[in-house]
Nanobody, 125 residues
Framework: QVQLVESGGGSVQAGGSLRLSCAYS????????MGWFRQAPGEEREGVAA???????TYADSVKGRFTISQDNAKNTLYLQMDSLEPEDTAMYYC???????????????????WGHGTQVTVSS
């Protein structure tokens, strides 16, 4: 059974940085599509970043150049380095995994089967 546990959220001022971690476990999950999503109150869950086959990365336009997704299978951990944070980045952030190794079109919720419980990120101006 696949399990995903996020950590690293918190409160920062605009311009600051945070690094989110997602500890994962389960058979063959190291070969899964992995991603980060976020959801602000009253908003739909949106894809932030994804990593395919442990190396190919995709980002939402809103975070390109500021966020970096990476994966360390030796530590069974997925990361999201977030720099130059803006108040608009405030949301609950979720780690996700999907058994198909590739995105179909963009970073879509439907490509992911397993989800963590989330970690809150709050950015103040």
């Amino acid at each position: 059974q696949v399990q995903l546990v996020e950590s690293g959220g918190g409160s920062v001022q605009a311009g600051g940085s945070l690094r989110l971690s997602c500890a994962y476990s389960g058979d063959t999950i190291s070969s899964y599509l992995m991603g980060w999503f976020r959801q602000a109150p009253g908003e739909e869950r949106e894809g932030v970043a994804a990593i395919e086959e442990e190396s190919h990365t995709t980002y939402a336009d809103s975070v390109k150049g500021r966020f970096t997704i990476s994966q360390d299978n030796a530590k069974n951990t997925l990361y999201l380095q977030m720099d130059s944070l803006e108040p608009e980045d405030t949301a609950m952030y979720y780690c996700a995994a999907g058994p198909d190794p590739r995105l179909r079109a963009g970073i879509q919720v439907s490509d992911f089967t397993y989800w963590g419980h989330g970690t809150q990120v709050t950015v103040s101006s």
